[in-house]
């Protein structure tokens, strides 16, 4: 396989998918692919500068559509200055993050709908798709265990576990929905059983490729 490849990493806080990521890496590494390891929002200097407002702004409330339309912001700029031209190039990109984390955190979490994510979706990514998503699945209660040990906990964090328990179905929704893009990897097993599962996914994945 010498072209691009777009690969997303899904889950709620405290899931693991940071945990992974070398883990990913190496294993694309074996297929002897390029690979960018990137994230959202961020990965430009401009969606960096969106994420340190979304993720902590002291003193400043950000309603729910214009917390979206920055996501979306964020998403467009990467998309044309980070992951379309390493695509192009035959790279594989790993992206911490992607549009299923807007249905899941502002279309479920916030409230803002599925439909309007969906119209910002469509103009921004018109019909360009992940090839391949791992959503890393793990309870609200759980997740929020994980994420409450990590020092200073950012504005999403500090949500309650009613919205990571509608994030999580959001998540999985589209799991059900999609089975052959996005892969459910049960993320309360101990590491080495969350890395196994990674490595039969992509092993499976080439297979089929």
């Given amino acids: 396989m010498d072209q691009g490849l777009f690969i ?3 889950g709620i806080e405290g899931a693991g998918k940071s945990s992974n990521i070398e883990y990913i890496k190496e294993l694309l590494q074996h297929h002897g692919r390029e690979i960018v390891v990137t994230r959202e929002p961020g990965g430009t200097e401009l969606g960096e ?4 407002l979304l ?16 996501m979306f912001a964020a998403r467009a700029d990467h998309l ?18 992607f549009t299923d984390a807007t249905y899941a955190y502002q279309g479920a979490g916030r409230g803002v709908g599925r439909e309007r994510v969906a119209e910002l979706e469509n103009w921004v990514q018109e019909d360009f798709r992940p090839q391949l998503t791992l959503l890393f699945d793990v309870a609200a209660n759980v ?12 504005r999403f964090e500090r ?3 009613q919205f990571f328990d509608a994030a999580r179905q959001a998540y999985l929704n589209i799991a059900a929905q999609e089975p052959r893009r996005v892969k459910v ?16 996914i992509f092993q499976a994945f080439f297979k089929d490729s």
């Fill in 159 to 161: 949500e309650d576990q």
């Fill in 80 to 97: 044309e200055r980070v992951v379309r031209p390493a695509l192009a190039q035959g790279k594989v990109v790993i992206c911490d993050r």
């Fill in 55 to 70: 993720l902590d702004t002291p003193g400043v409330e950000i309603p729910a559509d214009t917390e979206t339309l920055l």
């Fill in 8 to 10: 997303t990493l899904e």
């Fill in 49 to 52: 500068r969106i994420r340190a």
């Fill in 185 to 200: 990897i049960n993320a309360d097993a101990d590491p080495d059983e969350v890395r196994k599962q990674i490595a039969e």
């Fill in 143 to 154: 997740g929020l265990r994980r994420a409450g040990n990590r020092s200073n906990p950012d």
